[in-house]
């Protein structure tokens, strides 16, 4: 009989995924997809934004061809200086993109026949210069095409007619701002224009309409307090400081404006161991000065705001001008000491341009047990630096504060509030006598005024 040879079977080794390595797997599928959703995200986004910055180049082209087309003389906006049969704004829409079309006219005033400004040319309107900007999405810098054209007359320059209208907008230095948006009204002449000063912080408008303080002039800046011109007295409650521009036929007029960065200003009310106090009822007044009133000559400030500081005991006025303002603040359970920062007025901070400004006002609590020294000199002038002690055996309390810079000192320096008891004050300051009093603590605030006699 054939043999066969043997044949064995041998069981496999085959076996599923473990579960750090699914989890492994799982993780590498969703990084990897993550990356692909992003990447097509942005491209995405990057392809939506190149066609819209095409179609808004596009937008801008056709406006200037169409300047291009018209007659010399209707080059310029129904609103602006020079007049003309533009749209200074416009909204339109192309595809599913929404544009804002600006579109702002004037005359160049240019150095090569002399200019008005230096007396030198007496026809300052010698071309046009144009610029159309075309902005979408959230109309910031990086949403915006803007392109300009020069237009000049057929033949030899003719008169606008008119006077130059020049802004300036400087800074509280001195020196000018640029890029500030400058809104021109004029109502008698239809003139509702937005210009934008260039780096030395000017806009010139040769051939503007002439009018005595016909023009109201309203800068603006992002991060920057604007200003705007007023009506002279009696139409303006008061005598402002920056009336209406005016302009003269041929001459050259000026205008001067100065803006500064802005401040966030940030109210809040604490007791002198500085805890918080709600519901402060407060005055805030000052900052940028706009004028004087009548008859009293009292100055008339930008801002002035009152209300109460809230549950939070602390109120924001974000944006705010620099300058310096004035606090009244009370509450029948607190005594007004000071502002922190202290300041040369005890009620009196200082905003400045560009920072912010935080400023804390600080009570006493009539409530509690406590002392408040105040030493001055024999004339009542409050002294400084002066050494207050204020100590009691009965209680082994000895603590000892400086005065500020209004002659106070206050007890207790931290909680506990000081206990029901008769306290011996020692008072010390270079130059003066050391004197010594007393006084008793019964659970509220209890004042002391120690006038010392110089040596």
């Excluded at 993550?34 to 491209?43: D, K, L, V």
């Excluded at 596009?58 to 003309?84: C, F, H, V, W």
């Excluded at 026809?123 to 054209?149: C, E, H, M």
């Amino acid at each position: 009989m054939k043999t066969f040879p043997s044949i064995s079977f041998l069981p496999s080794s085959s076996r599923g995924f473990t579960l750090i390595e699914s989890l492994v797997l799982l993780f590498l599928f969703s990084l990897i997809s993550m990356i692909f959703f992003q990447t097509y995200t942005t491209g995405t986004r990057l392809i939506i934004e190149s066609k819209n910055r095409l179609g808004a180049t596009a937008l801008a082209n056709q406006k200037m061809e169409i300047m291009r087309s018209l007659d010399y003389d209707a080059i310029g906006t129904t609103t602006g200086i020079p007049s003309g049969d533009l749209v200074e704004n416009e909204t339109i829409s192309v595809n599913t993109t929404k544009y804002e079309v600006y579109t702002f006219v004037q005359y160049v005033d240019d150095a090569f026949d002399g200019t008005a400004a230096l007396g030198t040319d007496t026809i300052p309107t010698d071309y046009k210069r144009a610029r159309v900007t075309v902005s979408w999405g959230n109309l910031g810098t990086d949403q915006t095409v803007t392109i300009f054209g020069n237009f000049s007359p057929k033949g030899v320059e003719t008169s606008g007619g008119g006077g130059v209208l020049t802004i300036n907008i400087l800074d509280g230095t001195g020196s000018g701002i640029p890029s500030v948006s400058v809104q021109i009204i004029n109502s008698a002449a239809s003139i509702n224009t937005t210009g934008v000063t260039d780096s030395t912080g000017n806009l010139t408008l040769p051939g503007a309409p002439a009018g005595t303080e016909a023009y109201t002039i309203v800068a603006s800046k992002n991060g920057y307090y604007g200003v705007t011109t007023y009506p002279p007295y009696p139409t303006s409650a008061y005598t402002p400081i920056d009336t209406h521009a005016s302009v003269v036929a041929g001459a050259l007029n000026q205008k001067t404006l100065v803006i500064d960065q802005s401040s966030d200003i940030t109210f809040d009310t604490k007791d002198a161991l500085r805890n918080s106090i709600p519901n402060i009822v407060y005055s805030l007044k000052g900052g940028r000065l706009l004028g004087a009133a009548p008859v009293t000559l009292a100055p008339v400030y930008g801002f002035n705001q009152a209300g109460n500081t809230g549950s939070s005991g602390s109120v924001s006025f974000p944006g705010e001008s620099v300058g310096q303002y004035n606090v009244t603040a009370s509450d029948a359970n607190y005594e007004f000491w000071k502002l922190a920062p202290e300041g040369t007025i005890v009620n009196q901070f200082t905003a400045f341009a560009g920072i912010a400004t935080p400023v804390t006002a600080i009570f006493f609590d009539k409530n509690i047990g406590s002392v408040k020294v105040v030493v001055t000199n024999t004339t009542g002038t409050a002294l400084a630096g002066a050494s207050v002690k204020l100590t009691s055996s009965v209680i082994s309390y000895d603590t000892t504060v400086v005065t500020d810079q209004y002659g106070i000192a206050y007890f207790p320096t931290a909680l506990p509030a000081l206990v029901p008891e008769t306290y011996a004050i020692e008072v010390s300051l270079s130059g003066y006598v050391t004197d010594t009093d007393s006084v008793s603590v019964s659970g509220a605030l209890e004042t002391k005024t120690i006038p010392l006699t110089a040596n």
